[in-house]
Nanobody, 127 residues
Framework: QLQLVESGGGLVQAGGSLRLSCVASGGTFRNYVMAWFRQAPGKEREFVVARAWSGTATPYLDSVKGRFTISRDNNRNTVYLQMNSLKPEDTAVYYC????????????????????WGQGTQVTVSS
């Protein structure tokens, strides 16, 4: 049973940066596609980006393109989300997710495509 623990959320002013981390344990990290989702109050969970062990990544959510970057350290079983130029509309709970598999697929942008989820970390961007 893979376990995911996120950290790095917090309160930041607009224009600031945060780096989220998600550490995986209980499984072989390279066997999973790792993703970040987010959910704002009253809204559905939204796909941000995913990255396979090989480095292949999905396109980013349009609203974060050029500002967010996903990376993974396969030696540390960790996936990161670097978030720059943050905006108030980025405020949400950010979730790390893992899907069994080595490569990006058609289900990689859907919450239903993921087998394991972290508990979420709150990101609040003030204007």
């Amino acid at each position: 049973q893979l376990q995911l623990v996120e950290s790095g959320g917090g309160l930041v002013q607009a224009g600031g940066s945060l780096r989220l981390s998600c550490v995986a344990s209980g499984g072989t990290f390279r066997n999973y596609v790792m993703a970040w989702f987010r959910q704002a109050p009253g809204k559905e969970r939204e796909f941000v980006v995913a990255r396979a062990w090989s480095g292949t990544a999905t396109p980013y959510l349009d609203s974060v393109k050029g500002r967010f970057t996903i990376s993974r350290d396969n030696n540390r079983n960790t996936v990161y989300l670097q978030m720059n130029s943050l905006k108030p509309e980025d405020t949400a709970v950010y979730y790390c997710a893992a899907a069994r598999g080595y490569s990006i697929g058609s289900s990689s942008s859907s919450p239903s495509g993921y087998d394991y989820w972290g508990q979420g970390t709150q990101v609040t961007v003030s204007s």
